[in-house]
Every structure is written in structure tokens, then in C-alpha cells.
């Protein structure tokens, strides 16, 4: 199994504090609003424990997970699937079939184009699926592989046996 770029860790732990600046915030408004806001103490109370809890965990999710994820994400190929692995808590391979890919893009958004990284996404016809972290000099190696054992497979006898 390849490992992806150990950028991706540094990506992943930006992404997601990025999205969770906005329960922080909230944390901040209900300590900072004053009591009278909520009819009693006791409601004001209940929302600053359930939202620090609710913290407490996304900084969890934020500062603990990101580190797991170039130790246990990868991806590898071969002449029958392409297999992605993913997942901290809950970890999950998907063995995608060369003979069931339709097309195979690349992008590369604001945030890892600064960490240098791309996602490649993977389309068949049921699903897609993407593999996130690989650097912007690998890309393409790896598309043109997967595609020259997707032509291998279009020019086989199999391909013409499942077309009829």
C-alpha cells in the first residue's frame, strides 16, 4: 500500500479547523451573551456545558485525528483494482475494478495547491470515490498507469465477451 504525501496530516488538520471556527465562535457568543438573554442562569448555564462538551470533542477531531491520517490512509494499484484505504476511527478499503472505471480526474483546491498536494477522483458508474494527498508530481503517473490498464483491459477479449 502507498502511503500518501506526509503533507496531508498538516492539510487535513487545516481543513478542519477552518470548518470548525465557527463552533468556537459560538462557544465565545453564549459565555460573552448575558444571562438575561436566556430567562435564567440555569438555561445559560446548560448551553455553555453542552457546547464546551461538544468542543471538547471537536478538538478532538481537530487536534488528534489529523495526525493518524498519512499512518493510515494509502492507495495502491494493479492489473484487476484500485484499492483505496481511509479512515481513523472507522477504517474502510474500497476495491475499485479497473474494467468499471468510466473517467479519472485530477483537482487541486486553494488549500492544497499551498500544501502541494492533489485529490484524484476515481468514477465508475455506480460511485466515486478520491484519494487525497498525493503530491502534484505524482499525479499524473499514476492517472496515466490506471488508464493504460484500463485500455489494456478495453483492448482484451474479456472487454469485447462482457460488451456481447
Known amino acids: 500500500m502507498q502511503k500518501l504525501n506526509n503533507k496531508i496530516n498538516l492539510y487535513s488538520f487545516t481543513v478542519r479547523t477552518i ?21 435564567s442562569e440555569v438555561i445559560k448555564m446548560i448551553v455553555i456545558i453542552a457546547l464546551s462538551i461538544l468542543v471538547s470533542l471537536v478538538a478532538i477531531y481537530n487536534f488528534v485525528l489529523p495526525w493518524f491520517v498519512y499512518k493510515l490512509h494509502g492507495y495502491e494499484h494493479n492489473e484487476d483494482y484500485v484499492v483505496i484505504q481511509k ?3 472507522f477504517r474502510r478499503k474500497d476495491y475499485i475494478p479497473i ?3 468510466q473517467h479519472i480526474e485530477s483537482f487541486q483546491g486553494p488549500i492544497q495547491a499551498l500544501f502541494k498536494i492533489n485529490t484524484i ?5 455506480g460511485s466515486n470515490d478520491m484519494i487525497v494527498g498525493i503530491t502534484s508530481k505524482d499525479v499524473e503517473p499514476l492517472i496515466h498507469s490506471i488508464r493504460i490498464k484500463l485500455q489494456s483491459y478495453l483492448d482484451s477479449k474479456e472487454a469485447q465477451t462482457d460488451a456481447a
Not at 29 to 36: K, N, S
Open 121 to 125: 477522483m476515481v468514477y465508475t458508474a
Open 99 to 101: 474494467k468499471r472505471i
Open 19 to 39: 470548518g470548525s471556527i465557527f463552533l468556537y465562535v459560538g462557544l465565545i457568543v453564549a459565555i460573552i451573551i448575558p444571562a438575561t438573554y436566556y430567562d
Open 87 to 89: 479512515g481513523v476511527v
